[in-house]
Nanobody, 125 residues
Framework: QVQLVESGGGLVQAGGSLRLSCAASGRTFSSYVMGWFRQAPGKEREFVAVISTSGDTTYYSDSVKGRFTISRDNAKNTVYLQMNSLKPEDTAVYYC??????????????????WGQGTQVTVSS
């Protein structure tokens, strides 16, 4: 059992920035591939970014590539999502999760087992 707690969400104007944090407990953080997903009202949960256990490999959805940066600090058991140049369409609840799949299935929400409670990000125009 892993506990994940997201923080850092809020209200920001278009073009602004936010940094989300996800603090993990329950197991050694460095053993988990970590992902960020988001879900807007009326839409399915969407992959945002994923980072390898060591932090040396990352992948992003096309919609956030070049604007968002995922990182991790294994000494602090924390994964981050730096969000720059925010757009109204980025408005969603953002979740972090632990990867539980095999191969290259990191873009699928059903390959992650433990999830945080989510943090709301609202981008106004």
């Amino acid at each position: 059992q892993v506990q994940l707690v997201e923080s850092g969400g809020g209200l920001v104007q278009a073009g602004g920035s936010l940094r989300l944090s996800c603090a993990a407990s329950g197991r050694t953080f460095s053993s988990y591939v970590m992902g960020w997903f988001r879900q807007a009202p009326g839409k399915e949960r969407e992959f945002v970014a994923v980072i390898s256990t060591s932090g040396d490999t990352t992948y992003y959805s096309d919609s956030v590539k070049g604007r968002f940066t995922i990182s991790r600090d294994n000494a602090k058991n924390t994964v981050y999502l730096q969000m720059n140049s925010l757009k109204p369409e980025d408005t969603a609840v953002y979740y972090c999760a632990t990867y539980y799949g095999y191969g290259s299935s990191w873009f699928r929400a059903d390959t992650y087992n433990y999830w945080g409670q989510g943090t709301q990000v609202t981008v106004s125009s």
